[in-house]
């Protein structure tokens, strides 16, 4: 396999694997794009390599911009811009961690307040409901707990966390 090849095979696969971390298999490929390049890319050589039309790639570079994976950067004599993704997979983690924390985690806390206190007669329904919302709270919390010590940790700490899981 040249390199060529194992560069598109990536693509291919981080655009695959983009989709079940919530963002859509473009972005992820312009992700990986900018990822495996040597350099800076316009917005014209995204869509030429990725064969997607200019609207495609300015709304999801404008996605991955606001998410903090990516860069804008500009080249003295060139009115075109470029862009760069961040390399340090580790950040680009801690980076993902927080968007989809933000996204997904916090509204639900959101929603667990506001419906915490239900009014109403005690009945098994009520104490089942309560139970539930009990515990899809606790979880919650601790996946925010986690997701914060993820955000603000440094890979070794992390990766020496987790083995300590596994080897008590």
């Not at 495996?36 to 300015?58: D, K």
């Amino acid at each position: 396999m040249t390199i060529k090849e194992a560069k598109q095979q990536f693509i291919q696969s981080w655009g695959a694997i983009g989709t079940q971390w919530g963002v859509n298999k473009t972005m992820a490929q312009i992700h990986a794009l900018l990822l495996v390049s040597n350099g800076p890319l316009s917005t014209e050589e995204i869509m030429e390599q990725l064969s997607i039309s200019r609207g495609n790639a300015n709304m999801n570079i404008r996605e991955l911009m606001e998410w903090a994976l990516v860069d804008k950067v500009f080249k003295a004599g060139e009115r075109r811009d470029f862009f760069i993704a961040e390399k340090d997979i580790w950040r680009v983690a801690r980076q993902v961690a927080k968007i989809r924390k933000k996204r997904e985690l916090e509204p639900i806390i959101r929603l667990l307040d506001q419906i915490e206190n239900i009014e109403g007669v005690k009945n098994e329904e009520l104490k089942t409901f309560l139970k539930l919302l009990h515990d899809v709270r606790r979880l919650a919390l601790n996946a925010e707990r986690l997701i914060d010590g993820i955000v603000k940790s440094e890979e070794n700490w992390f990766w020496g966390r987790v083995f300590k899981l596994f080897t008590k």
